[in-house]
């Protein structure tokens, strides 16, 4: 297995455990400060690196989609949750719903971790 096939498995693994943590970190209490940190840090990228890249812009997923060029693969999705939908259902669910959910999720994820934390805080 060549170097770029194994950065294409960390990209995958990284990724998707990154989208895990952001989505769920929050119901483990001693990730907390943690989950809020990766949420907010996502809402910069999407929003702040988005103006200059594009909105909803991810590093993870513009050096994952460069590794996966350099490989040969095509990427079928500007979208990588798009992509994951894809790749592990095989259904090509239309990009705005899937784009709609993501959105949704993230907002929702960072109201519930931003109110944890503050309770947490608060109770300090």
């Not at 998707?16 to 001693?30: A, H, Q, R």
């Not at 040969?72 to 592990?88: A, D, M, R």
């Not at 705005?96 to 929702?108: K, N, R, S």
Request: proline content about 3%; overall charge neutral; aromatic content about 18%.
């Amino acid at each position: 297995m060549a170097i770029l096939d194994i950065i294409n498995v960390l990209f995958f693994v990284f990724h998707t455990l990154l989208i895990l943590f952001n989505v769920f970190g929050c119901l483990v209490p001693s990730w907390r400060s943690a989950n809020l940190i990766t949420l907010l840090l996502t809402v910069f990228s999407w929003l702040v690196l988005g103006f200059w890249y594009g909105w909803g812009y991810c590093i993870c997923v513009d050096w994952h989609w460069h590794v996966r060029e350099l490989l040969g693969y095509q990427n079928p999705s500007p979208s990588y949750i798009h992509f994951l939908v894809l790749k592990i259902t095989g259904m090509d669910v239309p990009i705005h719903l899937v784009d709609a959910i993501t959105v949704i999720g993230l907002f929702l994820a960072l109201t519930i971790s931003g109110y944890l934390n503050f309770k947490k805080w608060e109770n300090r």
